[in-house]
């Protein structure tokens, strides 16, 4: 699987703020609804909104709607992802021509 660069700054972005990686680690017991996500992070609905669409955006994690609640957990499948992207930004592989001569 090859990313874009594009998709790798998504999924980059979506951990480089603290908020975004306090909220993934909420979520990592589990399914969460928005207003203990609210209760724990101290944040406004806007800004969690804010933080959400981004994790979503990356799909690091998915939500889904329930009544008048969302209700948000980690992905497997982007997490995978990101592990992969990763990896593979972090692959050193030899390079046999050399640029100054």
């Given at each position: ?8 700054t ?38 969690l ?7 979503c ?45």
């Amino acid at each position: 699987m090859e990313l874009t660069n594009k998709q790798i700054t998504v999924i980059f972005k979506a951990l480089c703020d603290e908020n975004r990686v306090q909220i993934f680690r909420l979520l990592q017991n589990g399914e969460r609804c928005a207003c203990k996500l609210l209760e724990a992070m101290q944040l406004t609905q806007p800004t969690l909104s804010h933080h959400m669409k981004i994790l979503c955006d990356s799909d690091l994690v998915v939500g889904r709607k329930e009544g008048k609640w969302m209700y948000y957990s980690i992905s497997a499948k982007g997490t995978e992802i990101a592990v992969h992207c990763l990896r593979e930004l972090t692959k050193v592989t030899e390079y046999s021509e050399s640029c100054c001569e």
